[in-house]
């Protein structure tokens, strides 16, 4: 059975029902979608939109007209630019942009003051978008599988940041703004090209820091109550005086149902996720216990 294709104005056949449920949710993700059926820009009630695997290539400046959406999944498409009119949602806590072709984001992306969840892995991002500077309520940032070497020394703006996934990046020396996001619960370098790391004590809330397949020869020295994830890891913690934490799951499933500060955090523990074909997302995503 082939995957259903809309035409492309109209909406899906199933939209009316899914609306009736009064949950102001629309499901497209795993249609044939080259651009976003422009009914869809009239539903100004829509509070979650799901457009996730579509092949969709661009969106409608009109998608400002959802002015109550709250969460945006677009992840695992074919975008290589966003409009500003998405720039323009003043609602919206959650935007999955992963597995696009995205190179930047507009400059107007800073107008996005209640995002507090951004996730554009496997993108191609070169630099750090300096918009996102601006995001200082933004929680959770997932920017692994891109193309960075640096960061910005103006990065500890982001003063509401608590996690911050950057594996699978071009990083040779660790990024010395790290050092002041004394906030941070959650870091992950993995995969990048490491050759060694400064004494991270100063990252005083960091629970959890991923430094795997780094040409590394041990783990960096951190606070006896972070969980390791790396070369030598396990023999560092079997160290210390306290027990070990518990370790954090690895390639969890992505959730898009509201909870609190943690669940966006860690990418929320509801029953509804969605994926790359054939696997999980590659992110460290929750510690045991972690706190907000």
Request: glycine share 10%; net charge neutral.
């Amino acid at each position: 059975m082939g995957i259903a294709e809309s035409t492309p104005d109209e909406l899906p056949s199933d939209a009316e029902e899914q609306l009736r449920s009064g949950e102001q949710q629309l499901e497209l993700s795993g249609r044939r979608l080259r651009r976003l059926p422009s009914a869809v820009c009239a539903l100004s009630r829509l509070q979650k939109l799901y457009v996730s695997g579509t092949g969709l290539r661009e969106l409608p400046e009109e998608i400002e007209e959802l002015r109550e959406l709250r969460i945006l999944a677009l992840d695992f498409n074919k975008l290589e630019r966003l409009p500003d009119g998405l720039c323009r949602l003043p609602r919206l806590t959650r935007l999955y942009l992963g597995g696009n072709r995205l190179l930047a984001l507009p400059a107007d992306f800073a107008q996005l003051q209640s995002l507090r969840c951004l996730w554009i892995e496997g993108n191609f991002l070169r630099r750090f978008p300096r918009p996102l500077l601006r995001l200082v309520a933004l929680q959770s940032l997932q920017m692994g599988d891109n193309r960075l070497r640096a960061l910005p020394a103006e990065l500890p703006r982001m003063t509401g940041l608590r996690g911050l996934w950057l594996y699978g990046n071009r990083f040779e020396e660790f990024p010395p703004a790290l050092l002041r996001m004394g906030r941070l619960h959650i870091l992950d370098l993995d995969r990048n090209r490491l050759g060694g790391f400064p004494d991270l004590h100063p990252l005083r809330a960091l629970r959890v820091f991923s430094y795997d397949h780094n040409p590394v020869t041990g783990p960096p020295r951190v606070a006896d109550t972070v969980f390791l994830v790396g070369e030598g890891a396990v023999e560092r913690m079997a160290e210390r005086d306290e027990p070990t934490p518990r370790p954090p799951p690895r390639r969890p499933a992505r959730a898009f149902e509201d909870e609190e500060e943690e669940d966006l955090l860690i990418g929320g523990g509801g029953p509804r996720a969605l994926g790359p074909p054939g696997g999980s997302l590659p992110a460290l995503e929750a510690a045991a216990g972690l706190g907000t």
